[in-house]
């Protein structure tokens, strides 16, 4: 009966998974549509992770022995639950001792304020900034930037990534990061990352788009995304985010048409979530 439980699990995270993308909004860049998509795509990406999580942690509180309605229980179920219970926490250690061992490289490089920000100053040519870290992350941006911008459109850049630390991207892309790492096996897996990254820019983008001008906004952003991208981890969020060239458009198109979308989960998203803790409902039904 355990086995048939994550059985079902996984086929509900893979149905989940296919009937978002298929129900998914149209890439249009209205307010509502941008909504939709921000929420309908943390959904589909964390839902799997947190049904198996609860399906897994049920299937350990109620033992690999006994009885469950008619049917007995069995070793694998148990095993299995251990696997992926295990995968996470490996998964999530990984990632935090990353997430460590680049702030403390980080830190041994000299801290400035550029036009009233704290920023970490790389000694490297290419035109990079981003914030790193988790719930207080470090603006770090390169000295090839500071030389190739001039004041107004360093200014735009500073005003992104200081957006980026509003809204906490660094945090919640690194638990989402990890969501991301544990379901890679679903499908559409990374299509459904890269929606996301691309909200979180335009979201940043909007952000400071209420602080700067938005041409001078748009016209840094496509003069930065020219220079050669870094790929970067979940817990950096960098202004030249890597994203096929149909979504620097949308970002563009989002600047320009005035979009401010504010892209919030909200209670309803919670709410929408509750249904994960169903497995946990079934341990009284063990014996």
Same mark, same amino acid.
Not at 47 to 68: E, H, K, N, W, Y
């Given at each position: 009966?355990?086995?048939?439980?994550?059985?079902?699990?996984?086929?509900?995270?893979?149905?989940?998974?296919?009937?978002?993308?298929?129900?998914?909004?149209?890439?249009?860049?209205?307010?509502?549509?941008?909504?939709?998509?921000?929420?309908?795509?943390?959904?589909?990406?964390?839902?799997?992770?947190?049904?198996?999580?609860?399906?897994?942690?049920?299937?350990?509180?109620?033992?690999?022995?006994?009885?469950?309605?008619?049917?007995?229980?069995?070793?694998?179920?148990?095993?299995?639950?251990?696997?992926?219970?295990?995968?996470?926490?490996?998964?999530?250690? &990984?990632?935090?001792?990353?997430?460590?061992?680049?702030?403390?490289?980080?830190?041994?490089?000299?801290?400035?304020?550029?036009?009233?920000?704290?920023?970490?100053?790389?000694?490297?040519?290419?035109?990079?900034?981003?914030?790193?870290?988790?719930?207080?992350?470090?603006?770090?941006?390169?000295?090839?930037?500071?030389?190739?911008?001039?004041?107004?459109?360093?200014?735009?850049?500073?005003?992104?990534?200081?957006? &980026?630390?509003?809204?906490?991207?660094?945090?919640?892309?690194?638990?989402?990061?990890?969501?991301?790492?544990?379901?890679?096996?679903?499908?559409?897996?990374?299509?459904?990352?890269?929606?996301?990254?691309?909200?979180?820019?335009?979201?940043?983008? =909007?952000?400071? =788009?209420?602080?700067?001008?938005?041409?001078?906004?748009?016209?840094?952003?496509?003069?930065?995304?020219?220079?050669?991208?870094?790929?970067?981890?979940?817990?950096?969020? =960098?202004?030249?985010?890597? =994203?096929?060239?149909?979504?620097?458009?949308?970002?563009?198109?989002?600047?320009?048409?005035?979009? &401010?979308?504010?892209?919030?989960?909200?209670?309803?998203?919670?709410?929408?979530?509750?249904?994960?803790?169903?497995?946990?409902?079934?341990?009284?039904? &063990?014996?």
């Amino acid at each position: 009966m355990h086995l048939l439980m994550i059985l079902m699990a996984l086929a509900i995270a893979l149905g989940l998974r296919q009937g978002n993308l298929n129900g998914q909004p149209s890439p249009g860049l209205s307010l509502a549509n941008l909504e939709q998509r921000w929420r309908s795509g943390i959904i589909a990406l964390v839902a799997p992770v947190l049904l198996l999580l609860t399906t897994a942690i049920a299937v350990l509180s109620m033992g690999a022995q006994g009885q469950m309605v008619w049917q007995g229980t069995g070793l694998a179920s148990y095993f299995l639950a251990w696997l992926f219970l295990l995968t996470a926490l490996a998964c999530f250690l &990984h990632q935090g001792r990353k997430l460590r061992r680049t702030l403390a490289q980080l830190r041994q490089h000299p801290k400035r304020e550029i036009l009233g920000y704290p920023c970490r100053i790389l000694d490297d040519t290419a035109l990079f900034s981003a914030q790193v870290g988790g719930w207080n992350p470090e603006l770090t941006i390169t000295q090839g930037l500071l030389d190739h911008l001039d004041g107004d459109r360093l200014a735009a850049v500073l005003a992104h990534e200081e957006g &980026h630390r509003v809204y906490r991207d660094t945090f919640w892309f690194f638990w989402l990061g990890i969501c991301y790492r544990l379901t890679l096996w679903l499908p559409h897996s990374d299509l459904l990352w890269q929606d996301l990254l691309l909200l979180r820019e335009i979201r940043a983008d =909007a952000w400071a =788009a209420q602080q700067v001008d938005e041409l001078l906004l748009a016209e840094s952003l496509l003069d930065v995304v020219r220079a050669p991208l870094r790929s970067t981890d979940s817990f950096e969020a =960098a202004f030249s985010c890597t =994203a096929p060239p149909s979504r620097l458009e949308q970002r563009i198109e989002a600047l320009l048409c005035g979009i &401010h979308p504010g892209l919030h989960f909200g209670w309803r998203g919670i709410l929408q979530l509750i249904w994960v803790l169903l497995p946990l409902t079934i341990i009284p039904f &063990h014996h």
